[in-house]
């Protein structure tokens, strides 16, 4: 692989790694005719979808009993790693869970804020080229420490479901599984069918089929993001181990084909290091062929910047899904960047940590939505409510800015509301009788 310098860079090779495209128009169209068939349809169209995309038959779609089987039938092995990531997991997303409260900020008024889950979530769990039952940890096990009463998983269906992939969402604590992938699956649980209940929302990633389908019941049903393939950034210096920035690299290349890796370093000596180590490493991948058309892609490639300053620059501007600091001084580079979905810091720390079982989401941000939402977390499934109470002293004392701004704005009824609490008893139009 070549270094390119980042300074060098014209336009177009810019909008490569700035607009990462997810495929998504291109199936616009298709998306929204699968959408308004399975919407009038329902199980039937599902069916005939699953049989035109995935080749297979699909009888009764709910295999929530055969994701409870599959736990006891997975090795010890398999079942202990999934409980152990599901745990950590866990943990970290009920250290986010917030405290409803209420405070008095002056004399008679008190405010407050309070929190409660959304009733009725569907997981999207990916599968076909690869089992995914990662994703089902991070879709569900939130979802349920929220306190999301039915969370309903839509996983592509197969010859032979991938055993991993259902205990795992049984681990979780999923409430019903369906073998549906797809835009069908996603329309299946934003419009109900007749084995699928509608949801509330929608999470979990998946590729553009599943990503258009979003975008087109968004407004009917709630989504988390637009998510695209999967991306990797790694800011470096002359103390970072080419070996492992390459390993680290190579691992988010081979989730597809479309996916974009990017080292950033100011050393020349670490880029040259990094690209060999790509060139050395990939063979070795079984997944290799994938690897190697991502990594052969515009939207990837390892840059060699002037200065820590233009690395740290272009990293900002980047907002990576996944940010990795392979640096000496890893803290302070972390306080300059912003905008990133999620973080891994020191060589120890490595992007694959993240996605299977350190605790944190891998329901990340990508196409650069890093600098304006989160990944997916308890708050993805939390609705809040404000409230207040107000003495009669304290509405007084607010009275006058009430009414004035009521006034201006033409609401007269509005200033009303308020002058209505303050009248006597027994002034005009209190309903007292005549003579």
């Known amino acids: 692989m070549n270094v390119r310098t980042l300074a060098d860079l014209g ?6 790694l700035f607009d990462r495209d997810a495929g998504v128009e291109a199936v616009r169209d298709d998306v929204r005719d699968i959408v308004s ?13 699953c049989e035109e995309f995935d080749g297979v038959s699909v009888g009764n779609l709910d295999v929530t009993d055969e994701a409870e089987r599959a736990y006891d039938e997975v090795d010890d092995e398999v079942r202990e790693a999934i409980e152990t990531a599901a745990e950590n997991v866990r943990e970290f997303h009920e250290a986010q869970l917030p405290d409803d409260w209420r405070r008095e900020f002056s004399d008679g008024r008190e405010l407050g804020r309070r929190f409660r889950p959304i009733e009725r979530v569907g997981v999207y769990v990916p599968g076909g080229a690869a089992a995914y039952p990662s994703s089902a940890l991070m879709g569900v096990v939130p979802a349920k420490v929220a306190g999301v009463d039915q969370v309903a998983v839509a996983t592509p269906p197969a010859e032979e479901l991938n055993r991993a992939t259902l205990a795992a969402i049984h681990a979780a604590g999923a409430d019903r599984v369906f073998n549906v992938g797809g835009a069908q699956a996603v329309a299946a649980l934003a419009y109900g069918t007749e084995q699928v209940d509608r949801v509330q929302k929608i999470v979990g990633p998946g590729n553009k089929w599943v990503t258009a389908a979003k975008a087109e019941v968004q407004g009917d049903v709630a989504i988390d993001f637009l998510a695209g393939p999967s991306e990797l950034l790694v800011v470096a210096d002359e103390t970072a181990d080419p070996r492992l920035v390459a390993a680290d690299l190579l691992a988010q290349a081979e989730h597809d084909a479309d996916a974009s890796v990017v080292a950033v370093t100011d050393d020349e000596a670490t880029a040259e290091g990094i690209a060999d180590e790509l060139d050395r490493q990939l063979p070795e991948r079984e997944r290799a062929d ?37 640096a000496d001084d890893d803290e302070e580079i972390l306080d300059r960047i912003d ?3 999620s973080v891994f810091l020191g060589p120890y720390t490595p992007v694959a940590a993240g996605d299977y079982a350190s605790g944190t989401n891998h329901v990340l941000p990508t196409n650069g939505l890093a600098k304006i ?3 997916l977390s308890v708050d993805t499934f939390l609705r809040s409510t404000t409230v207040q109470r107000l003495d009669e002293g304290a509405l007084d004392d607010l009275s006058g800015t009430i009414t004035t701004l009521a006034e201006a704005e033409g609401l007269e009824a509005h200033a009303e509301s308020v002058r209505k609490r303050f009248e006597d008893d027994d002034s005009e139009g209190n309903g007292a009788g005549g003579e």
Request: glycine letters at 8%; a negative charge.
């Open 339 to 341: 905008s990133a979905g």
């Open 11 to 16: 336009p177009d090779d810019r909008r490569a």
């Open 373 to 375: 939402t989160g990944g």
């Open 290 to 326: 994938v690897a190697r058309e991502a990594l052969e892609s515009d939207e990837s490639g390892v840059l060699l910047a002037r200065s820590p300053s233009e690395a740290v620059l272009f990293a900002e501007e980047y907002a990576a899904e996944h940010l990795s600091i392979q």
């Open 37 to 49: 068939r399975v919407r009038e349809e329902g199980d039937v169209a599902v069916r005939e979808f």
